[in-house]
């Protein structure tokens, strides 16, 4: 775990001890009231930090806004600092919340235009991404034990517009008594609404116990069954990515993907071709 270098301190005009914080795959720090993060794209770090900048007050959510360094960037030697704010993750069963905010911050985005960084993202979630919505195939997977057959078969096409949304909203919104929850880190998708929703039920089914229920209060729709395909496609297609070509996803994550696969079959109709 490497502390960001003194020279980032100096340019985001940080003083006072630096802290490891829990969370952000351990790189995220605590200098006063900022919190430093490596980045690995400086143009998509960027871009966020204007979106975050520009974002009005909100009495259903709120957003930490970014430091600007000396010279106006918003990234100094591959780091980007944010105004600390307080919170635990919202997964702890606090799915209505989660999911309100989700909705609110996106009603805030939705002026505003697709930018044409998605474009050259080539990091495993951005690819996972575009195979979840048929942009590209699922080729040089690992094995994923005939799941990603299965869900691609239930895929139907779907007629909802696109906007900016974040793709990743389940462990980053923070919530804290007295204020509305916090949404961070931003991972910004050109995809519908339900879909940042869908991934939202998904992680909560796969990786935080939640009950079922949680698909019937959120995607009661066709359309809504279909993003959580796509929903567990992506995640399903991003663990084979991280693992590397030829290699297997653990038998522990396999398990998991095939419970919630056939909570999702049960909701559609007994003759749909499942391909199994």
């Given at each position: 775990?490497t502390?960001?270098?003194?020279?980032?301190?100096?340019?985001?005009?940080?003083?006072?001890?630096?802290?490891?914080?829990?969370?952000?795959?351990?790189?995220?720090f605590?200098a006063?009231?900022?919190?430093?993060?490596?980045?690995?794209?400086?143009?998509?770090?960027?871009?966020?930090?204007?979106?975050?900048?520009?974002l009005?007050?909100?009495?259903?959510?709120?957003?930490?806004?970014?430091?600007?360094?000396?010279?106006?960037?918003?990234?100094?030697?591959?780091?980007?600092?944010?105004?600390?704010?307080?919170?635990?993750?919202?997964?702890?069963?606090?799915?209505?919340?989660?999911?309100?905010?989700?909705?609110?911050?996106?009603?805030?985005?939705?002026?505003?235009?697709?930018?044409?960084?998605?474009?050259?993202?080539?990091?495993?979630?951005?690819?996972?991404?575009?195979?979840?919505?048929?942009?590209?195939?699922?080729?040089?997977?690992?094995?994923?034990?005939?799941?990603?057959?299965?869900?691609?078969?239930?895929?139907?096409?779907?007629?909802?517009?696109?906007?900016?949304?974040?793709?990743?909203?389940?462990?980053?919104?923070?919530?804290?008594?007295?204020?509305?929850p916090?949404?961070?880190?931003?991972?910004?998708?050109?995809?519908?609404?339900?879909?940042?929703?869908a991934?939202?039920?998904?992680?909560?089914?796969?990786?935080?116990?939640?009950?079922?229920?949680?698909?019937?209060?959120?995607?009661?729709?066709?359309?809504g069954?279909?993003?959580?395909?796509?929903?567990?496609?992506?995640?399903?297609?991003?663990?084979?990515?991280?693992?590397?070509?030829?290699?297997?996803i653990?038998?522990?994550?396999?398990?998991r993907?095939?419970?919630?696969?056939?909570?999702?079959?049960?909701?559609?109709?007994?003759?749909?071709?499942?391909?199994?």
């Amino acid at each position: 775990m490497t502390e960001p270098p003194a020279g980032v301190l100096a340019a985001f005009r940080l003083t006072g001890a630096v802290h490891p914080l829990a969370g952000g795959q351990g790189q995220s720090f605590r200098a006063g009231n900022a919190v430093l993060k490596p980045v690995d794209d400086a143009e998509e770090a960027e871009w966020s930090a204007e979106v975050f900048a520009g974002l009005a007050p909100s009495a259903e959510f709120r957003v930490p806004q970014p430091c600007r360094a000396d010279d106006g960037s918003h990234v100094v030697a591959g780091w980007a600092a944010y105004e600390f704010v307080a919170g635990r993750a919202g997964p702890a069963g606090e799915w209505a919340t989660l999911i309100a905010a989700g909705r609110a911050f996106h009603q805030a985005l939705r002026h505003l235009p697709r930018p044409g960084l998605l474009d050259r993202r080539r990091h495993p979630w951005a690819v996972a991404d575009r195979i979840a919505w048929d942009e590209i195939g699922p080729v040089a997977l690992a094995h994923t034990d005939g799941l990603l057959t299965t869900l691609r078969a239930l895929k139907r096409p779907v007629d909802t517009p696109s906007q900016l949304v974040h793709g990743d909203l389940t462990g980053n919104v923070l919530l804290q008594s007295g204020q509305p929850p916090a949404v961070i880190d931003f991972s910004p998708y050109w995809r519908p609404v339900g879909y940042a929703e869908a991934i939202v039920v998904a992680d909560g089914l796969l990786y935080h116990d939640a009950a079922p229920a949680l698909i019937n209060s959120t995607l009661p729709s066709h359309d809504g069954l279909q993003m959580l395909v796509r929903a567990l496609i992506f995640r399903l297609s991003t663990s084979a990515l991280l693992e590397g070509p030829g290699k297997t996803i653990p038998q522990e994550e396999l398990t998991r993907f095939a419970r919630v696969t056939g909570l999702l079959k049960e909701r559609f109709p007994a003759d749909a071709d499942t391909g199994t």
